[in-house]
């Protein structure tokens, strides 16, 4: 049996000194109960908890960790680039080296930004966007994140059009109602908002492929209205590819969609799961930032030497041939599994699946926005996760979040997560 008598411990220390006892809420296991594992090391696609227990992962660090923890040329280049230095604060050619490759990866990006997180990225895309057109308002989709800056702490207000209300304490009213909140997949509301307001609108920012309402992919058509609408009302569209980036594909969901945004932003992938984000578009929005222009962003650690020399070597892993391939072959089958196993136990469920990213919804109806999301069962999902959990399986600890696939999970880890699955199906059917 489990024991977690170490993480429960290191837990109430936690709490002494942290708020909350972690760093980031999700950590603390809320949605599903229990103690959160504190963690004292990972490789490949296994995880190991300070009670040594070993888990496989499909966490992977919240999505950065496509080639699985600590690969080889990522910590190499780690270790070498401390070496030289931990951060300079001038500039170095490795993130002219990061950025060409970026850009080399996205034809839509032309000029980076190198920041510290997605939070960041989004942020300052959103600045730019305003800045650059002069308007204020802006348009993001119920259910998605984009980080945790102001403006994007934002739910709709009662009515379609009405403005937005903030999601947070803190977060000014003034400034959450210049964010609209329309439903996902929907681009009829889209079309309206933008024939009342588009004048006033700056940008419409998006999760390609939504990953954060648990992962939902953009319905046919989606993406490609979005980007005929903005470009009719003179707003820019941003995509937030913070997960979707060098994950669904090299060259992100723009790539495997075919839609071309005018912003896109970058995360912890870039990082290879360093403190890493960006943002990107065409020279003639990116050359309003400081230094050439006048929209303002900076950050002393930003572009720091540790971070792109391990950005490097993870796109390097992700640009040997049959990465995606292999990625595709291995979500497949653990989706086919956890669907088998859920017929078998008569669990109803709907899986959503974009490549490497998939959630498993505990609901019967097809899921398309986050209403609809909604209506899972997180109870059910909550009992699955500690389930799997019980059986060495390291699940993402809320119904509304994707299990990430990496290269290093082997088909061996696949077999042995479905046959978990297929017990704690079966256990809760019979609850
Ligand atoms: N955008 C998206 C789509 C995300 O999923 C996240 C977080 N996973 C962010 C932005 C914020 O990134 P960070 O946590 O690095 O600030």
């Given at each position: 049996m489990k024991q977690v008598t170490r993480s429960r411990r290191a837990f109430a220390e936690a709490r002494k000194v942290l708020a909350g006892g972690v760093n980031s809420p999700v950590r603390a296991f809320k949605a599903v109960g229990g103690t959160p594992l504190f963690i004292e090391s990972a490789r490949g696609a296994r995880i190991t908890d300070v009670d040594g227990n070993s888990y496989v992962d499909y966490v992977g660090s919240w999505g950065p960790l496509i080639a699985g923890h600590a690969p080889a040329p990522v910590v190499r280049a780690v270790a070498e680039a401390a070496r030289r230095g931990?951060?300079?604060g001038a500039p170095t050619e490795l993130e002219t080296a990061l950025a060409r490759e970026v850009c080399r990866a996205f034809p839509a990006i032309e000029r980076v930004r190198l920041v510290n997180s997605g939070t960041e990225a989004a942020m300052s895309a959103v600045r730019l966007a305003r800045g650059v057109t002069r308007r204020d308002r802006i348009v993001k989709f119920d259910g998605g994140y984009h980080g945790h800056a102001d403006s994007m702490l934002v739910r709709a207000g009662s009515g379609a059009l009405t403005f937005g209300v903030p999601?947070?304490?803190?977060?000014?009213a003034a400034l959450a109602e210049l964010t609209f909140t329309l439903p996902y997949n929907d681009l009829r509301a889209v079309r309206e908002l933008c024939e009342r307001h588009g004048g006033e609108i700056a940008a419409v920012i998006v999760?390609?492929?939504?990953?954060?309402?648990?992962v939902v992919p953009p319905a046919p058509g989606f993406l490609e209205g979005l980007r005929e609408v903005t470009r009719r009302h003179g707003i820019l569209l941003i995509f937030d590819?913070?997960?979707?980036g060098f994950r669904v594909a090299y060259g992100g969901a723009q790539a495997l969609y075919k839609v071309r945004p005018d912003l896109t932003v970058l995360g912890k992938i870039i990082g290879g799961g360093l403190p890493v984000g960006a943002y990107g578009g065409p020279e003639r929005i990116m050359g309003q930032l400081a230094p050439d222009g006048p929209v303002y962003q900076a950050g002393t650690?930003?572009?720091?030497p540790l971070a792109m020399s391990a950005g490097l070597a993870m796109l390097a892993i992700l640009r040997k041939a049959g990465t995606y391939a292999a990625l595709e072959r291995k979500a497949d089958a653990l989706a086919r599994g956890l669907l088998v196993a859920a017929n078998a136990a008569g669990v109803p469920v709907t899986l959503n699946r974009v490549g490497s990213m998939m959630t498993l919804f505990f609901a019967e109806r097809p899921v398309t926005d986050c209403a609809s999301a909604n209506h899972s069962d997180t109870q059910r999902y909550a009992r699955f996760f500690r389930g799997m959990l019980d059986r060495w399986i390291y699940l993402p600890?809320?119904?509304f979040e994707a299990f990430f696939v990496s290269t290093a999970h082997t088909y061996g880890e696949i077999e042995r997560t479905v046959r978990a699955a297929h017990q704690v199906l079966a256990e809760i059917a019979k609850a």
């Open positions: 931990t951060s300079y999601t947070s304490p803190g977060v000014p999760e390609p492929v939504a990953g954060n309402m648990g590819e913070v997960i979707t650690l930003s572009g720091n600890p809320a119904q």
